[in-house]
């Protein structure tokens, strides 16, 4: 099948109860019981909710994954798939992740005992001399937030896989529709559904996509036992999100293009960062890799003073966190997303404190290029 028709109709079944087309939002904390020990498979919200059930069924399959599990965040997602290594386990991060992912390893993971490197994965050959007997997982995110830079998933799984650790890719910036990391050897993909899972800016939420049984029985009973299970409002916001998915996608897709093309010619602006330029380093791999490069562009504007000018000059873009909605966002790394991030580790990674990110939405491209225009003006 199609991905458009997995989208609408993967876990999307009419309610048997009414007929609904529309998966109804469940909204209980628990459930009737027949009698003492018979229920209808339903028990309590926290461990089963049909409208949770219908995401995970949907955006497993978008993934190409056995099994899937929605949680309350993306961060709370990407603990839960880091509570499949112990104290004492070695992870291999990439050196560019979103800020929050390198706190949530920095100042908490290191208190339970898991060790972790950072490594720049874009070139698949640091990665062999980074592994250590202990070393259990591969964390990556490809494009990175915010420089996009993109690792090569193939060989990363191979490299991986002959030293006995598992892959996980963040799949957030791409989307299952522009790549699906489980077809280059990846065991685990995560995802903000905050950002184009959903696709409105009206909803927080993560997702853990596997195929191995016993990992996905253990992420079961973390997102049972932990509790950060994603709501019932929430699941329907994603489930209906996920429908135009593919829509949405293209459009975000050809204006990406459209504002990265604009930026390149600016005499303004010292660089632009974007995997569907031919100058990007990893270009041809991301031509190879995904199926599209995406409405993320970052670029260089030399100074905190320019990108101040920027990103308090718009008018139809909206100065703020996050990306992935439909309108356009406009936000400064340094300062925002990536402020948890050492100022030596960000200046080494380019994330100065002139750089600014665009999460190109998907209105007018003329309105869009124009409000930037007159921001640089
Ligand atoms: O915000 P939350 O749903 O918890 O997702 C965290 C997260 C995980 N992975 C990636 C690649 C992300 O970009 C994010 C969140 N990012 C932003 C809020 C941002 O503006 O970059």
């Known amino acids: 099948m199609g991905f458009s028709t997995t989208a609408i109709h993967a876990g999307n079944e009419p309610d048997p109860t009414t007929g609904s087309v529309t998966v109804p939002i469940y909204q209980t904390s628990t459930y009737a019981q027949d009698a003492l020990g018979k229920h209808k498979g339903y028990e309590y919200a926290r461990t ?38 112990k104290g004492g386990d ?38 062999e001399k980074a592994f250590k007997p202990n070393t259990k997982m591969v964390f990556v995110e490809t494009p990175t937030n915010p420089i996009m830079s993109v690792t090569d998933l193939q060989a990363v799984s191979d490299v991986s896989h002959a030293h006995g650790a598992k892959v996980v890719c963040d799949n957030t910036f791409m989307s299952p529709y522009l790549q699906r990391p489980m077809e280059f050897g990846v065991d685990i993909v995560v995802h903000s559904t905050t950002k184009y899972l959903n696709g409105h800016s009206d909803s927080v939420g993560g997702f853990v996509a596997l195929n191995d049984e016993e990992d996905a029985k253990w992420i079961q009973f973390i997102q049972n036992s932990v509790g950060a299970i994603l709501s019932p409002f929430d699941s329907f916001l994603v489930l209906r999100g996920t429908k135009t998915l593919a829509v949405r996608m293209e459009a975000h897709d050809k204006n990406g293009r459209a504002v990265a093309n604009f ?106 290029i124009e409000d930037l225009d007159q921001a640089l003006r």
Not at 66 to 81: E, L, P, Q
Not at 90 to 119: A, K, M, Q
Not at 295 to 314: C, I, P
């Open 48 to 85: 089963q909710n049909p409208t949770r059930s219908a995401l995970e069924t949907n955006i497993a399959a978008l993934e190409g994954a056995r099994f899937g599990y929605a949680f309350a965040s993306g961060m709370s997602a990407t603990d839960a798939v880091l509570k499949l290594v």
């Open 263 to 368: 930026l390149t010619e600016h005499p303004g602006i010292q660089k632009v960062y974007y995997p569907g330029l031919a100058s990007h380093p990893q270009h041809e791999l991301a031509k190879r890799q995904q199926k599209g490069f995406g409405g993320m562009v970052a670029f260089e504007t030399g100074s905190l003073d320019n990108a101040r000018k920027v990103l308090e000059g718009v008018k139809v873009c909206t100065l703020g966190e996050s990306l992935g909605g439909v309108e356009t966002l406009i936000s400064h790394p340094a300062t925002m997303t990536h402020a948890s991030v050492p100022a030596e580790k960000r200046a080494s990674l380019g994330i100065t404190d002139g750089l600014v990110r665009i999460s190109v939405g998907i209105e007018d491209i003329e309105d869009i």
């Open 90 to 127: 070695h992870v291999i991060l990439g050196d560019n992740t979103y800020g929050g992912t390198y706190r949530l390893f920095s100042r908490v993971l290191v208190n339970y005992g898991i060790e972790f490197d950072l490594v720049d994965t874009s070139d698949a050959s640091n990665l």
